[in-house]
């Protein structure tokens, strides 16, 4: 199953902008709350020159970029954990996927109302952090209070379990949220069942206003401090700068882009960063028809990576001829990498790494 980022935020603070600007996806944006009900679903291609290196130089006839799975979700409100504003519902769908891009507003707009009257970037963050730490506090509480069922018939693996769970919920007490917690990757396994929301990795993207920098923004400086704090990454767009770069062809952009004089698309970086934010890397395959870059968890194994492709090559797989990326590129492709002897033979036990070029043996 391919991993998601979820989009949340408070209402009127850009979500669907920005996934329509990344995705092309056409979903409602409307200057009221609650214009997204059900999730919206879009793939977004990443922009990636190691791609364009690599298809030159094996003379590819096409290119095929790697995708980052985006989920706008409904605009959070206070009380959502208690149900308002359809809150429950919105909580579970952040509980399925496996990161957080929190849009945070630092625009002020007349003709777009702010729920709260006005613009404070720091609160409206710690509004929609408030309601996933009070879900997580019940669902904390929840689980604390079976495992003490289970102690009390004597179950020892209940009672490490219940310690782990009672320091949880002394720090979700404490308004921290759980990924700021120190935790063993252990713990994390036995924490994730409960699909505690805090947990999950977060990235802030705040939504600028169309001449503002973050240099010069006052609420971006205070938002990467409140970032910074809480263990978040922060990256800066204009959401509605965005949307009119995407609806532009490439040499429309560039000349938008020189009159603004920024030197790229924010969204290309706003996109890598999520990308990584899920623990995703890419490796890549060439050949004269295609040149294709592969998602893949950090970490993983040949045979895993392999299982991007096909379930049958990580089932039958025998070994992973490897050329690193810089390799590829200074010996000018296989047959160069191959006759300097840069192209390994790779088996079970290794871990890809991100830029690797392969080519998979496998019998099935």
Same mark, same amino acid.
């Given at each position: 199953?391919?991993?998601?980022?979820?989009?949340? /935020?408070?209402?009127?603070?850009?979500?669907?902008?920005?996934?329509?600007?990344?995705?092309? $996806?056409?979903?409602?944006?409307?200057?009221?709350?609650?214009?997204?009900?059900?999730?919206?679903?879009?793939?977004?291609?990443?922009?990636?020159?190691?791609?364009?290196?690599?298809?030159?130089?094996?003379?590819?006839?096409?290119?095929?970029? =790697?995708?980052?799975?985006?989920? !706008?979700?409904?605009?959070?409100?206070?009380?959502?954990?208690?149900?308002?504003?359809? $809150?429950?519902?919105?909580?579970?769908?952040?509980?399925?996927?496996?990161?957080?891009?929190?849009?945070?507003?630092?625009?002020?707009?007349?003709?777009?109302?702010?729920?709260?009257?006005?613009? !404070?970037?720091?609160?409206?963050?710690?509004?929609?952090?408030?309601?996933?730490?009070?879900? !997580?506090?019940?669902?904390?509480?929840?689980?604390?209070?079976?495992?003490?069922?289970?102690?009390?018939? /004597?179950?020892?693996?209940?009672?490490?379990? @219940? #310690?782990?769970?009672?320091? &949880?919920?002394?720090?979700?007490?404490?308004?921290?949220?759980?990924?700021?917690?120190?935790?063993?990757?252990?713990?994390?396994?036995?924490?994730?069942?409960?699909?505690?929301?805090?947990?999950?990795? &977060? @990235?802030?993207?705040?939504?600028?206003?169309?001449?503002?920098?973050?240099?010069?923004?006052?609420?971006?400086?205070?938002?990467?401090?409140?970032?910074?704090?809480?263990?978040?990454?922060? &990256? #800066?767009? *204009?959401?509605?700068?965005?949307?009119?770069?995407?609806?532009?062809?490439?040499?429309?952009?560039?000349?938008?882009?020189?009159?603004? /004089?920024?030197?790229? =698309?924010?969204?290309?970086?706003?996109?890598?960063?999520?990308?990584?934010?899920?623990?995703?890397?890419?490796?890549?395959?060439? /050949?004269?028809?295609?040149?294709?870059?592969?998602?893949?968890?950090?970490?993983?194994?040949?045979?895993?990576?392999?299982?991007?492709?096909?379930?049958?090559?990580?089932?039958?797989?025998?070994? #992973?001829?490897?050329? *690193?990326?810089?390799?590829?590129?200074?010996?000018?492709?296989?047959?160069?990498?191959?006759?300097? $002897?840069?192209?390994?033979?790779?088996?079970?036990?290794?871990? &890809?790494?991100?830029?690797?070029?392969?080519?998979?043996?496998?019998?099935?």
């Amino acid at each position: 199953m391919a991993l998601r980022c979820g989009i949340v /935020g408070l209402p009127n603070v850009g979500k669907s902008s920005l996934f329509n600007a990344l995705t092309s $996806g056409g979903a409602a944006a409307e200057n009221f709350p609650f214009c997204t009900i059900e999730p919206n679903v879009g793939m977004v291609p990443l922009a990636d020159e190691r791609l364009d290196k690599i298809a030159a130089i094996a003379g590819s006839k096409k290119k095929v970029a =790697a995708h980052l799975q985006l989920v !706008d979700i409904a605009g959070l409100v206070k009380g959502a954990a208690e149900g308002s504003g359809l $809150g429950n519902k919105f909580l579970a769908h952040i509980r399925e996927v496996d990161g957080i891009l929190h849009v945070v507003r630092c625009f002020a707009d007349p003709d777009v109302p702010h729920v709260d009257g006005k613009i !404070d970037p720091v609160a409206d963050a710690s509004t929609v952090e408030l309601e996933l730490t009070l879900a !997580d506090q019940a669902t904390a509480a929840r689980a604390c209070e079976r495992l003490r069922k289970q102690t009390r018939s /004597g179950n020892k693996e209940a009672a490490a379990e @219940l #310690a782990l769970l009672e320091r &949880v919920h002394a720090a979700l007490d404490a308004c921290e949220p759980l990924r700021a917690v120190a935790l063993n990757d252990e713990e994390r396994a036995l924490l994730k069942p409960l699909c505690f929301l805090t947990l999950k990795p &977060v @990235l802030y993207c705040a939504n600028l206003g169309e001449d503002e920098t973050p240099e010069a923004s006052a609420g971006y400086a205070a938002l990467r401090a409140h970032a910074e704090a809480t263990g978040a990454g922060i &990256v #800066a767009a *204009s959401a509605r700068i965005e949307a009119e770069l995407a609806a532009l062809d490439p040499a429309e952009q560039a000349e938008m882009l020189a009159e603004l /004089g920024h030197a790229d =698309a924010s969204l290309k970086r706003l996109a890598r960063e999520a990308y990584a934010l899920l623990g995703l890397a890419t490796f890549y395959t060439a /050949g004269p028809n295609e040149a294709r870059a592969w998602e893949f968890r950090r970490g993983a194994t040949a045979p895993e990576a392999a299982g991007a492709i096909h379930g049958d090559m990580q089932r039958g797989f025998i070994r #992973a001829e490897t050329i *690193s990326y810089e390799d590829y590129v200074a010996c000018g492709g296989e047959a160069g990498s191959r006759e300097k $002897g840069k192209l390994r033979l790779e088996g079970k036990d290794y871990r &890809v790494a991100d830029g690797d070029v392969l080519l998979f043996r496998f019998n099935v």
